[in-house]
């Protein structure tokens, strides 16, 4: 198994082709393309989780009704916190200067993610809004599990949360994930990611791993088996330990 | 009926203006006498099967009664349409929350809504399960909603042996859970020191309505709006200030006026004051047993006259208890040790989400009246 670790993501970009799209045709995208778009849909799922972590106490408010986190607010912040972490402007995608490369099928794809997200977002009001309830379990997992879920489902390009001994069923990693999450967790800390293909060279399989930040320990931490607010038994985890990947597939042609 | 200007009716193609136009064997001296004697006729027709609507409905049902029956109604449509208080009565409806799977509710009242999903799946036979579509409205609005006929039915640890007002046209199911009772939660020591105080002296039974009345005598008690509460409040006790709130968690947030107690469904508040609000506690008696004022079932609502419906209901409730699995459903959320997000994500029930915004508030609390009851 070849497995390519990269370990800066200026490296990538510079590996990075102009690709040829022929969508009328099918659909075909080379690697170079597909692994930086990959790159930059686990980083925008990532800004995401950030988004919805940096208003946790806001959305878990109990005396407060109307929280005024509506869907377009996500969307500045996420929008904010992208750039942030890409130098990526989306609000200006199309006018993206010639020093900062996005491959076309990131800038189909990158907006698909935020109006799926959106939707999310959406969707939750009902319980975001309710006055008398606190924790309402919108947190940065279930965002996750939902927008990556909504993307997935309207694109080629399959998004999902994963770790080993997952709480949801559904984010069980498959065999390839978990064994790259084995191998990950043996590494240091270290923002990059892992890109490789698979399926006789098919598809490509991009894994971002997510480490535990201070706000994530409340349910995650220690002490270990005891069980967090939304019932679980926590994990014992510690600042800077794996918490997890993002995974991108993408099929490189559909024939 | 619709009510043509000229411009347009000359407008329109020749074929139409045609059969606007006044049929030539009406014209004459005797057509406007003919004409308005069949007027005449046809109010006086109305007006006599407006009067027997409900005989003419009635004989319509005994020669089609196929056209009324509410389980083919669901059948047919391919989903239950069912109420759930959207102010939590936990453990039977918790609030709504999200999930990995996207908002869910649940609770036993929800586990009950899968066993009556499932057992109408398999008394429709359709090739797709009957999907239950779940309506979370204030609980004082479920009434309505059911009488309208925008529900086939509603459960929220609803009581069905108490008697009230604004309940004409519904009827209840056979219990799902006879162990209801009105009882009484406190922030106050020296509330719950009074009261025991007082049970204590009496020597007639815990609930008697003189031991009551002096326990509570110039407290400041707080009950849902609607609930049997209030019902069993404004009937029995007398000297005390009753607080009508919209929900429990409005009850708990009173600042003005302050909460000395809170009447509720023993069973919801048990829960919540081990759970959710611990630095409340159940009002006891010295054997230990929470103080009880009355004895309530819990049942799911119908319209009075889906009688097929209620039968389906009580033969489903009356399997479920045979078989064991009403006392396992009862445990599982009111003895277990376990957090409802987790049970939401994996069991929850998704809800139509459209209406929520306008009942979930969890509202205010307001004085009953001006005065000492």
Same mark, same amino acid.
């Given at each position: 198994? %070849?497995?390519?670790?990269?370990?800066?993501?200026?490296?990538?970009?510079?590996?990075?082709?102009?690709?040829?799209?022929?969508?009328?045709?099918?659909?075909? #995208?080379?690697?170079?393309?597909?692994?930086?778009?990959?790159?930059?849909?686990? %980083?925008?799922?990532?800004?995401?989780?950030? #988004?919805?972590?940096?208003?946790?106490?806001?959305?878990?408010?109990?005396? %407060?009704?109307?929280?005024?986190?509506?869907?377009?607010?996500?969307?500045?912040?996420?929008?904010?916190?992208?750039?942030?972490?890409?130098?990526?402007?989306?609000?200006?995608?199309?006018?993206?200067?010639?020093?900062?490369?996005?491959?076309?099928?990131?800038?189909?794809?990158?907006?698909?993610?935020?109006?799926?997200?959106?939707? =999310?977002?959406?969707?939750?009001? =009902?319980?975001?809004?309710?006055?008398?309830?606190?924790?309402?379990?919108?947190?940065?997992?279930?965002?996750?599990?939902?927008?990556?879920?909504?993307?997935?489902?309207?694109?080629?390009?399959?998004? %999902?949360?994963?770790?080993?001994?997952?709480?949801?069923?559904?984010?069980?990693?498959?065999?390839?994930?978990?064994? =790259?999450?084995?191998?990950?967790?043996?590494?240091?800390?270290?923002?990059?990611?892992?890109?490789?293909?698979?399926?006789?060279?098919?598809?490509?399989?991009? =894994?971002?791993?997510?480490?535990?930040?201070?706000?994530?320990?409340?349910?995650?931490?220690?002490?270990?088996?005891?069980?967090?607010?939304?019932?679980?038994?926590?994990?014992?985890?510690?600042?800077?330990?794996?918490?997890?990947?993002?995974?991108?597939?993408?099929?490189?042609?559909?024939? | 009926?619709?009510?043509?200007?000229?411009?347009?009716?000359?407008?329109?193609?020749?074929?139409?203006?045609?059969?606007?136009?006044?049929?030539?064997?009406?014209?004459?001296?005797?057509?406007?006498?003919?004409?308005?004697?069949?007027?005449?006729?046809?109010?006086?027709?109305?007006?006599?099967?407006?009067?027997?609507?409900?005989?003419?409905?009635?004989?319509?049902?005994?020669?089609?009664?196929?056209?009324?029956?509410?389980?083919?109604?669901?059948?047919?449509?391919?989903?239950?349409?069912?109420?759930?208080?959207?102010?939590?009565?936990?453990?039977?409806?918790?609030?709504?929350?999200?999930?990995?799977?996207?908002?869910?509710?649940?609770?036993?009242?929800?586990?009950?809504?899968?066993?009556?999903?499932?057992?109408?799946?398999?008394?429709?036979?359709?090739?797709?399960?009957?999907?239950?579509?779940?309506?979370?409205?204030?609980?004082?609005?479920?009434?309505?909603?059911?009488?309208?006929?925008?529900?086939?039915?509603?459960?929220?640890?609803?009581?069905?042996?108490?008697?009230?007002?604004?309940?004409?046209?519904?009827? !209840?199911?056979?219990?799902?859970?006879?162990?209801?009772?009105?009882?009484?939660?406190?922030?106050?020591?020296?509330?719950?020191?009074?009261?025991?105080?007082?049970?204590?002296?009496?020597?007639?039974?815990?609930?008697?309505?003189?031991?009551?009345?002096?326990?509570?005598?110039?407290?400041?008690?707080?009950?849902?709006?609607?609930?049997?509460?209030?019902?069993?409040?404004?009937?029995?006790?007398?000297?005390?200030?009753?607080?009508?709130?919209?929900?429990? @968690?409005?009850?708990?947030?009173?600042?003005?006026? @302050?909460?000395?107690?809170?009447?509720?469904?023993?069973?919801?508040?048990?829960?919540?004051?081990?759970?959710?609000?611990?630095?409340?506690?159940?009002?006891?008696?010295?054997?230990?047993?929470?103080?009880?004022?009355?004895?309530?079932?819990?049942?799911?609502?119908?319209?009075?006259?889906?009688?097929?419906?209620?039968?389906?209901?009580?033969?489903?409730?009356?399997?479920?208890?045979?078989?064991?699995?009403?006392?396992?459903?009862?445990?599982?959320?009111?003895?277990?040790?376990?957090?409802?997000?987790?049970?939401?994500?994996?069991?929850?029930?998704?809800?139509?989400?459209?209406?929520?915004?306008?009942? !979930?508030?969890?509202?205010?609390?307001?004085?009953?009246?001006?005065?000492?009851?």
């Amino acid at each position: 198994m %070849k497995r390519v670790w990269c370990a800066a993501v200026v490296g990538i970009l510079a590996t990075f082709a102009i690709g040829a799209l022929a969508p009328s045709t099918g659909w075909a #995208v080379d690697r170079a393309e597909a692994e930086e778009t990959a790159r930059l849909l686990a %980083k925008l799922l990532k800004a995401g989780r950030l #988004v919805i972590e940096q208003n946790q106490l806001l959305i878990d408010d109990q005396h %407060k009704g109307e929280k005024g986190f509506t869907p377009e607010v996500f969307e500045r912040q996420l929008v904010q916190e992208f750039r942030q972490l890409t130098g990526i402007d989306l609000s200006k995608l199309h006018s993206t200067p010639a020093s900062i490369a996005v491959p076309s099928l990131a800038k189909e794809l990158l907006p698909a993610f935020v109006l799926a997200s959106k939707d =999310v977002v959406r969707d939750a009001q =009902v319980v975001i809004n309710q006055r008398g309830i606190g924790y309402k379990n919108f947190i940065p997992a279930t965002y996750g599990s939902q927008a990556a879920a909504r993307f997935s489902k309207q694109s080629h390009v399959r998004l %999902k949360q994963t770790t080993l001994g997952p709480r949801n069923p559904k984010n069980e990693p498959d065999d390839y994930e978990a064994s =790259v999450l084995k191998w990950l967790s043996g590494r240091p800390r270290a923002e990059a990611y892992v890109s490789e293909l698979t399926d006789h060279g098919q598809t490509l399989r991009v =894994v971002m791993p997510i480490y535990y930040v201070p706000a994530c320990l409340t349910c995650h931490g220690e002490p270990k088996g005891d069980l967090d607010i939304s019932g679980y038994p926590k994990e014992g985890a510690h600042e800077g330990d794996l918490a997890g990947a993002i995974t991108v597939t993408t099929p490189l042609s559909l024939r | 009926m619709v009510d043509y200007d000229r411009d347009s009716v000359l407008s329109m193609p020749h074929t139409q203006r045609t059969t606007l136009a006044a049929p030539p064997h009406e014209t004459g001296t005797t057509a406007p006498l003919i004409r308005l004697l069949v007027e005449w006729a046809s109010l006086l027709l109305m007006a006599v099967m407006i009067q027997g609507c409900g005989l003419v409905v009635d004989a319509v049902q005994l020669v089609w009664p196929i056209a009324t029956n509410e389980l083919d109604a669901i059948c047919a449509r391919g989903q239950v349409r069912v109420g759930m208080a959207v102010e939590p009565f936990q453990p039977f409806v918790f609030p709504a929350i999200y999930t990995d799977e996207g908002l869910r509710v649940t609770g036993l009242d929800v586990e009950l809504v899968r066993e009556i999903t499932a057992a109408l799946s398999q008394r429709c036979s359709n090739t797709k399960p009957i999907v239950p579509t779940l309506h979370l409205i204030r609980f004082r609005n479920l009434f309505l909603e059911l009488t309208e006929g925008n529900l086939d039915l509603f459960v929220s640890s609803i009581s069905a042996n108490v008697p009230a007002p604004g309940r004409i046209g519904l009827a !209840y199911s056979n219990p799902y859970f006879d162990a209801g009772g009105i009882g009484g939660i406190t922030a106050r020591p020296d509330v719950a020191e009074r009261i025991g105080a007082n049970i204590r002296r009496s020597s007639e039974s815990a609930a008697d309505g003189n031991t009551m009345t002096s326990a509570f005598s110039g407290l400041t008690v707080a009950v849902q709006e609607g609930t049997s509460a209030q019902f069993y409040a404004e009937a029995n006790l007398t000297g005390i200030n009753l607080v009508l709130c919209d929900s429990l @968690p409005a009850a708990f947030e009173s600042q003005s006026p @302050p909460i000395d107690l809170i009447l509720g469904k023993q069973p919801v508040l048990d829960y919540t004051v081990r759970r959710v609000r611990k630095d409340w506690r159940l009002l006891r008696l010295d054997s230990g047993k929470p103080l009880l004022l009355t004895h309530e079932q819990y049942a799911i609502v119908t319209d009075e006259e889906s009688y097929r419906l209620r039968r389906f209901l009580n033969d489903l409730l009356f399997r479920l208890d045979k078989s064991g699995r009403l006392t396992d459903m009862r445990q599982r959320w009111l003895e277990e040790n376990y957090a409802y997000p987790r049970r939401a994500a994996t069991e929850g029930l998704p809800f139509a989400a459209e209406k929520m915004p306008q009942h !979930y508030d969890q509202g205010q609390c307001r004085l009953a009246d001006n005065r000492s009851r």
